[in-house]
């Protein structure tokens, strides 16, 4: 068992130790947990399976008295490392150098989870009987399927009776400087697996085949004539993207009978995974309604709606803890950029707002983060528990 140790930087290298890579745990959530118990949370480790999906621990804490009920979500899986020799440093040895700490989840997200903790410790032994509640939504799987994760651990907790009032979620929002940018939306994300059927053939008797492939560039060329939308005060325009095209076909002289293709869809609050099904149910129509031996089927995978909480409280909080600490007087960006995040399940149950260190190196090999980083964040975190309970 690792040390208990609240220093933050220490307290990231103990959990990026551990080669947590989705669905395993490698004794990080162990490493959370002890220092929680020690603050005096009460720790729930709630381990969920099933739903078609692989078994994930888990972990719910909470601290406090009645009041206010402040949330932070983190998770402390990590992405797989990759080409493990391209890494500068072994990617689980946590190793500083050059006021750099580098390993994987170094910056997506330990060193937030490890901040938030030592910022807790701290709040809680300056003011004892807090005067609300703090929790801590702990999953070992965002990266990945995120069935067994967040989304359980909300309805858990909401069986529980646990209501939570706001929630910071900690994954890496900052842009040039830690606090310039948080996020208050994401965009949803839909993609669809395409496969159309033709008639094989020789491709010198191409009358007597059909070219799956020709219709399925087609299809693609009419999903990508005209952009969706071009954004609008809160979003990016939707982004359409061509994954893959396969065609598989080992020779020249054969018409392919299937042809097949991904295409991800990144979209802003003006659709919705429903109306884009329609969209493209629409474009397959207008092609293959006039063929007769050609045909397109599709399956597809809508993993997340996208979603917007307008600024409200907690964003003002903590736009004063980030300028209380850092001094800088511009509020923060409010973006609804990147990728989706488990904000995406927290929003249904209260005001949420991303709030972590600067997107730099996430996912990619010599994933690191400044360690001066860690200690701005973890004062800005300080600050915001002071701010949101009223007790400075
Ligand atoms: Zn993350």
Known sequence: MSEINFDPVTLTQSLVKCASVTPKDEGALTVVENHLSAIGCDCHPLTFSGNNSYEVKNLFATIGNEGKHFAYAGHTDVVPVGNESSWKYPPFLAKIDEGKLYGRGSEDMKSSVACFISAAKRFVDKYKNIPGKISFIITGDEERDSVNGTPRILEWASKQNYKFDHCLVGEPTSKNEVGDKVKIGRRGSVS????????????ANSHLAENSSHHLVNLLNSILEESLDEGNENFLPTSVQIATIDIGNPVQNVIPELARATVNIRFNDMHSSDSLIKWIDNKIEKIFSKLENASCTYTYDATAESFLNKAGDLYNIISKSISDVTGRNSPPEQATDGGTSDARYIK???????????NQTLHKVDEFVFVEDIIKLENIYFRILENYFDVN
């Open 192 to 203: 669809f697996f395409f496969q159309v059927k033709g008639i094989q053939g020789h491709t």
């Open 348 to 358: 249904n149950y209260c005001e949420v707002v991303e709030l972590g260190l600067r």
